[in-house]
């Protein structure tokens, strides 16, 4: 199966967006502080979000954005960190001036974020401004926060709290025209071929991509009737159970699937991590992890588990 943030890389990954997701980010020498993201869009490598709290006006006539790119699935962050120099790297976070009248931006710094939130690096940006690409995430953010040149809009609105908001349809007009086709094309297929155990994991997954779990949840049900020991499916629909906060079932399908294969090292992580970040069960988790380590010891994912042990000595904070 493609890999993807939680579970579809098998993993769950820190930096998966719930909209609206509360981050608390631990930085050096500065105050600790909350920030509201709100899902903006995907590329091929990142989730990307947009902080509210950040809009602002700067000295020059442009807007002061940032913005958080959270690596897609394990694959990508490995990607990132090399590109990056540091194996810890989780996310980042990009702050850019943007001149809504140029259409121009300036990148003005790259902050690397490890698994607990504390920066580990800030690099500058450059002090030359550059075009906004068509169609590139800040292409997405400058049709966001900008003044409308036109003044009817008609119900769409002009309130970027209405723009930001998260829907429940594939005309969800944050998605991509990639996704959209995906969607559609996938649910064309569940039309056509209802008993086609890999159309409802397709749609599962398209609905998985795009942020949406109930759709995503509804999907998997109609594949795992039909398929009722597939640990992947039960992997993802569990990653979805936890996106809307629901840890019992979230828990059961990961139990499940490990009973079905107790070697299941997605399993085993997802179960740890559950355990010790949102149920604060310490003992469990570390007892599910020394069981993943004993299968898997020399992989990125091991090294992770074992610092998420380290951390247990001190209390855990999540990542």
């Known amino acids: 199966m493609k890999t993807q943030t939680i579970s579809r890389t098998g993993m769950l990954l820190p930096g998966l967006l719930i909209i609206p997701l509360l981050v608390i ?109 068509p169609d590139s995430v800040l292409d997405r953010v400058a049709d966001l926060v900008c003044p409308e040149e036109e003044a009817d809009q008609g119900e769409e609105g002009d309130d970027l709290a209405v723009g930001m908001a998260a829907t429940s349809s594939p005309n969800d007009p944050l998605l991509s025209r990639e996704m959209l086709q995906r969607i559609n094309d996938a649910q064309g297929r569940t039309n056509s071929q209802p008993e086609d155990v890999d159309a409802w994991v397709e749609l599962g997954n398209a609905w998985y991509d795009a942020d949406m779990p109930e759709q995503a949840i509804q999907a998997y049900d109609r594949a795992l009737a039909l398929k009722a020991d597939d640990t992947d499916v039960l992997n993802d629909q569990g990653a979805m159970f936890r996106q809307k906060g629901d840890t019992a079932r979230a828990l059961a399908n990961f139990e499940k699937a490990l009973a079905i294969d107790p070697g299941n090292l997605e399993s085993l992580y997802n179960l740890g991590y559950v355990y010790a970040f949102d149920l604060n069960r310490i003992d469990r988790a570390r007892e599910i992890w020394q069981r993943y380590l004993s299968l898997d010891s020399t992989s990125e994912t091991a090294d992770q588990i074992r610092s998420f042990i380290t951390q247990q000595g001190q209390g855990v904070e999540k990542p």
């Open 25 to 133: 980010c631990v930085f050096p020498d500065e105050p600790v502080h909350a920030a509201q993201w709100h899902r903006l869009t995907r590329t091929a490598r990142y989730q990307v979000a947009l902080e509210m709290e950040s809009l602002q006006q700067s000295d020059d006539p442009s807007l002061t954005v940032l913005l958080q790119f959270t690596p897609q699935g394990e694959a990508e962050r490995l990607a990132a960190a090399e590109r990056y120099g540091h194996k810890q790297y989780a996310l980042h976070l990009e702050q850019h001036g943007i001149d809504c009248n140029e259409r121009t931006y300036r990148l003005e710094y790259v902050d690397i974020l490890g698994w607990r939130g504390n920066r580990l690096a800030r690099i500058p940006g450059g002090s030359h401004k550059e075009s906004i690409a």
